[in-house]
């Protein structure tokens, strides 16, 4: 869902995503470089995100909390909000219409757990505009993508695959994967990221 080395807005999060990165990695005892090599992510992309500069991209999240032994909603909730965590499609519609968390990348992922601390999956739905960047990228894991709207393709290892409003696609996260519209139209989807403690 998103490239290794990009730097992009995740809808949901804020500019103290970094610091809690900064954060955990203090309480482990690791500079910067040392989160970088455990993560794969760049040495200069970690110090941006901690700096507060940019926010990570979906891909450089589930990197980051994995290294840091934490899911990725301990960087991305504010606070916590009973069960059930409810998210009306108006919302999501109203930052559709103002582009909200819309990266270079050409999508924007809005969470739907946001305030559920104690969760074990991360879900979000996923815009993508018209002309999309087709970025591959891979983490531990496991993901469930369904098709609500337009055409995406999905780059899943060599092989691509279109799925059409009402299809899924449920696949081992460590293989490289990307999603874009298709078709030169924008396109949803609804994504489940599950990563085993």
């Known amino acids: 869902m998103s490239t290794d080395i990009g730097v992009t807005e995740v809808s949901g999060a804020d500019g103290k995503a970094g610091a809690r990165i900064r954060a955990y990695r203090e309480r482990h005892g690791w500079s910067v470089a040392d989160l970088a090599e455990k993560s794969g992510v760049d040495a200069v992309v970690v110090n941006a995100i901690e700096k507060g500069d940019v926010m990570p991209a979906l891909g450089i999240l589930v990197k980051l909390s994995r290294a840091l032994g934490q899911r990725i909603g301990t960087f991305m909730d504010d606070q916590f909000k009973p069960d059930p965590i409810i998210t009306r499609a108006k919302d999501i519609e ?104």
Do not use: W
């Open 94 to 197: 109203a930052k559709k219409v103002a582009d909200e968390g819309m990266n270079a990348l050409g999508y924007a992922s809005h969470s739907l757990a946001l305030g559920k601390p104690d969760r074990h999956m991360d879900p979000f739905r996923i815009e993508f505009e018209a002309d999309g960047v087709d970025a591959v990228q891979h983490h531990e894991g496991e993901e469930l993508i369904i098709c609500i709207s337009g055409e995406v393709e999905l780059t899943y290892g060599p092989n691509k695959i279109v799925l059409k409003a009402g299809d899924t696609a449920y696949y081992n996260s460590c293989v490289r994967h990307g999603l874009r519209a298709l078709g030169g139209k924008p396109a949803s989807v609804y994504g489940v990221v599950f990563m085993p403690a």
